[in-house]
């Protein structure tokens, strides 16, 4: 996690220490104007533009309203901005500002209040009612979210204490959260699957999409990276897997170099994943042999072995495809969604089994 930091006093900048003492894990940066130690601002504007579009978080130690203020020409949207917390200089409160939930400021300012032994100061609506937040659900547990914008649909019916439906490609661990039921249509509801619905269940459907899709990957030397992308992002169309579920593009190692594999990785804003052919010849499963492949790189099928150990075994969507000197291949890790029976309350179980043993199955994808 990158964070910045800015304070204005030296009392702000001798809290401001803490506050990266309390995050050993983190990348921090602590910015003040003129004082040692800290790296220098020129303007509490030009700290901010860079601070929201690179970093997982920025703290102000100091007033509301210069983070308000500062922030507020580079918003983006909910599901792009960084977590923005403000303290007070004396340290009595932690404030979750902008992104509570997606980007994880909830979480960050409850850990920094306990670490500063100061009071959060948390104002999203469901965390105030402990009521199921979908977003910082989706957030905790690798989720994107398609469309942020039916997110306060579904908040709002869970205000007015209105069931909200919960559809699943996935088992999960643990009861429902309160508030939600498992039903396939309605007015609100969650879609949890990595495919896009066509159409959608219910009338406001909040998808969450599990980035739990690898791309296997094979190509000539020398390939075009648009034609490349182009064909790749044709068979997930096809397959009608949403981008957002796109974890890594894996190939063997001799394609670390190759400009399109690596422009392709880069075009999704995902891992490129690399492995031997020793490696990729350790994975089990059933692989389309192709002898010129094995002579060429010491291992009989690239795309779909590499798919498959990105994976970690997983279920496979798309075998091995060929076009003009590129192929593709496409595994599902296996997933499941996992709810803490201790803080959710009990739903009905019988409806929520049905809705299990009736969900579709990754399985039943296009495997050919």
């Known amino acids: 996690m990158i964070v910045s930091v800015i304070a204005f006093t030296d009392r702000g900048r001798a809290l401001s220490r803490r506050v990266a003492a309390a995050l050993p894990e983190a990348d921090v940066t602590l910015y003040a104007r003129d004082a040692e130690g800290f790296a220098p601002v020129g303007s509490v504007r030009a700290f901010a533009q860079r601070a929201m579009a690179e970093d997982d978080a920025v703290i102000f130690v100091g007033a509301a309203g210069i983070a308000v203020r500062a922030a507020a020409p580079f918003l983006r949207g909910k599901d792009a901005d960084p977590a923005v ?10 404030i979750s500002l902008l992104s509570g939930h997606l980007g994880g400021a909830n979480r960050l300012t409850e850990r920094l209040a306990r670490e500063l032994a100061a009071i959060p100061v948390i104002t999203t609506a469901t965390d105030g009612r402990g009521l199921f937040a979908a977003d910082d659900w989706a957030a905790q547990h690798g989720c994107a979210v398609r469309d942020t ?23 999960h661990t643990g009861a429902l959260p309160a508030g939600l039921c498992a039903k396939k249509t309605g007015e609100n509801g969650i879609l949890l699957s990595v495919f896009a619905p066509d159409p959608p269940p219910f009338a406001h459907t ?13 190509c000539r030397r020398g390939a075009s990276p648009d034609t490349l992308r182009s064909w790749a992002e044709r068979q997930l169309s096809d397959l009608r897997i949403c ?18 594999v690596l422009a392709l990785a880069q075009s999704w804003n995902v891992p490129a994943r690399f492995y031997t052919a020793d490696e990729l010849n350790a994975v089990s499963g059933d692989f389309p042999p192709s002898d010129f492949v094995r002579q060429t790189t ?5 795309c779909q072995r590499a798919a498959a150990r990105a994976a970690d075994g997983g279920t496979c969507l798309l075998k091995k495809t060929a076009c003009s000197g590129m192929t593709i291949s496409v595994y599902c890790e296996h997933w499941r969604a996992e709810f803490c029976v201790s803080a959710m309350a ?5 409806g929520a089994d049905m809705e299990q043993r009736e969900a579709p199955h990754l399985r039943d994808r296009r495997t050919e």
């Open 85 to 94: 917390l403000v303290l007070d200089e004396n340290g009595r409160f932690v």
């Open 243 to 260: 981008p957002q579920a796109v974890a890594s593009v894996a190939s063997i190692d001799r394609k670390s170099d190759e400009p399109a």
């Open 149 to 171: 914008r039916e997110i306060r649909h579904i908040s709002a019916a869970l205000l007015r204490g209105e069931a909200v439906g919960w559809r699943s490609d996935f088992p």
């Open 346 to 350: 009990e739903i009905d179980r019988t």
């Open 206 to 218: 909040l998808q969450l999409i599990p980035r739990i899709v690898h791309v296997g990957i094979g």
């Open 298 to 302: 010491g291992t009989d099928n690239v």
